[in-house]
């Protein structure tokens, strides 16, 4: 069982919706990433998080600390949002290094 | 400021050579990670580097070593490249002295192919 689990693997959605991805990991962490990749390949990190809620643009993140459980939400849903949307850990004793989940492939269509 | 960079982007290879896979670090970055991300999977750490040290590992063979220079930039090295090696490899940096609140900047990765 890997450390970090992410659900579902893949997401298609219409213009417009709200979209939900899950998070669950079995180690304690100080802090829990969510990332984006494009085709091409490059990450970029949209949110760092250690507890409660973050939220930039259509973009909201939380955490519960206590269940080991993370949520990323997309509201009003856009064509350009289609991508791998990526959870990762850092682990409490591992410092800096990162373990990450699967991926979710998101495809919005228009 | 320039971000993280990572060259080349894309490199092809045969079986048993050897590859040499650069990044620079963000600016003001002093930890350098490495990361392989085979396809449909998510990237898996390969080692770490700060004050020309690795400082971690994860399970990869020794035929991946790398190197941090003075001016905080990395090498990875992979010998006795095996197909399985194909992948995209990832660097990542970071400033140790912020610890875990330290975000991780990514580069675009090198796409490795092995033939």
């Known amino acids: 069982k890997n450390e970090v689990e992410q659900s579902p693997q893949n997401l298609t959605a219409q213009e417009g919706e709200f979209i939900t991805i899950n998070c669950s990991y079995s180690?304690?962490?100080?802090?829990l990433h969510w990332l984006q990749q494009h085709p091409g390949g490059g990450i970029v990190s949209l949110f760092m998080?250690?507890?409660g809620k973050k939220k930039h643009g259509r973009l909201i993140a939380t955490i519960n600390i206590q269940e080991k459980h993370s949520s990323l939400h997309i509201t009003a849903s856009h064509p350009r949002d289609s991508a791998v949307y990526i959870c990762?850990?850092?682990?409490?004793?591992?410092?800096?290094?990162?373990?990450f989940g699967e991926g979710t492939q998101l495809t919005v269509n228009p | 400021d320039a971000g993280v960079t990572q060259s080349p982007t894309h490199l092809i290879k045969t079986r048993g050579q050897q590859v040499t896979l650069r990044c620079s670090p963000k600016?003001?970055?002093?930890?350098v990670s490495w990361y392989q991300q085979a396809l449909g999977q998510g990237p898996q750490f390969i080692f770490q580097?700060?004050?020309?040290?690795?400082?971690q590992r994860g399970n990869f063979p020794d035929r991946f070593s790398g190197h941090q220079f003075p001016n905080y930039s990395s090498e990875l090295n992979v010998n006795a490249l095996l197909l399985g090696d194909s992948a995209l490899y990832l660097c990542?940096?970071?400033?140790?002295?912020?610890?875990?609140?330290?975000?991780?900047?990514f580069g675009q990765g090198t796409r490795l192919t092995v033939v």
């Open positions: 990542a940096s970071s400033l140790v002295s912020r610890g875990w609140l330290g975000e991780a900047f």
């Open positions: 180690v304690g962490i100080s802090a």
């Open positions: 998080l250690s507890s």
């Open positions: 990762a850990v850092r682990s409490e004793t591992s410092g800096s290094r990162l373990t």
């Open positions: 600016s003001g970055h002093d930890t």
């Open positions: 580097y700060y004050e020309e040290e690795e400082r």
